[in-house]
């Protein structure tokens, strides 16, 4: 069980109702945002039932050794902001991970936040009226993985070979969260543009494949447009924007 008495005394400003099982965080801050809680209001568990993940996934969340939780953000970002929102949760991710564990992130667009190549976290944004729930899910103190996940999943312990402090890293995601849209409600669209490229291996000169259900395509990364999306050269020479669509690289 997380102290999450410690964190709140670390994390003041912030609302913060911890459960020891819920079905999903996400489930729990849209509806704490639709009743009008504050901005920055936190929403985690030791453990999710339904933990959701991105096209309707389930996010695998063991009792006890992950990070499972769902930030209402209320900044008064542009209506299509919510791609490069995405992309500045991402940043934090990869931020709070190193701060507190020491260990190095690479950033595969649009919401995954990898260390070797395998998954460590994720991202999962959604609007709720004039809110957004950011759901981020990060494996912290997991042993192992079930043989679905072990090939492409990894956590911070098996990396690093010793258990981290959940609430050490609640702390720092948090306030990295809370920087980073600060940062692009000031400051715009372009830094974050400009730091999830520099911090991705994916952004530029990666050959992928892109799983877009109805459709495969292939070819070489070419930065971000403007709205976050992610542009691909494609083999056939034409420039495709990926606007949603499972990245992966080329073996």
């Known amino acids: 069980m997380i102290d999450i008495g410690r964190v709140r005394s670390q994390l003041p400003d912030h609302e913060i109702y911890w459960h020891s099982t819920i079905g999903s ?8 945002a639709t009743a009008g809680c504050e901005s920055g209001t936190i929403v ?3 453990e999710q039932t339904a933990g959701q993940g ?13 990070l499972y939780v769902s930030i209402v953000l209320r900044n008064p970002f542009p209506a299509d902001a919510l791609p490069v929102v995405t992309l500045a949760l991402g940043l934090a991710a990869g931020e709070a991970i190193l701060k507190a564990s020491d260990v ?13 190549s395998r998954k460590c976290a994720g ?16 494996n912290v ?7 679905e996940l072990s090939a492409i999943a990894t956590s911070l312990r098996m990396v690093t070979g010793r258990v981290h402090s959940r609430e050490r890293l609640l702390v720092e995601l948090v306030s990295s969260v809370t920087s980073f849209c600060s940062l692009l409600e000031k400051e715009g669209r372009e830094p974050i543009l400009a730091m999830f490229s520099r911090a991705s291996s994916f952004v530029y000169g990666r050959r992928v494949y892109v799983d877009q259900g109805d459709a495969m395509l292939q070819g070489t990364t070419a930065g971000l447009d403007p709205s ?20 992966r690289p080329c073996s």
Not at 25 to 32: H, K, N, P, V, Y
Not at 55 to 66: F, I, K, L, Q, T
Not at 141 to 147: S, Y
Not at 229 to 244: E, M, P, S, T
Request: with cysteine.
């Open 25 to 32: 965080t996400m489930t729990e801050a849209s509806r704490l």
């Open 44 to 46: 985690g568990a030791d």
């Open 54 to 66: 991105r096209y309707g996934r389930v996010w695998h969340s063991e009792p006890g050794a992950g």
């Open 104 to 116: 190095s992130c690479d950033l595969r667009w649009p919401n995954d936040v990898l260390i070797q």
């Open 123 to 138: 991202i999962l944004t959604q609007l709720e009226g004039s809110a957004i729930i950011a759901g981020i899910g990060i």
């Open 141 to 147: 103190n997991h042993a192992a993985f079930p043989d």
């Open 228 to 247: 976050g999306f992610l542009v691909l050269r494609g083999d056939d020479g034409k420039q495709n924007v990926i606007i949603a669509g499972g990245v």
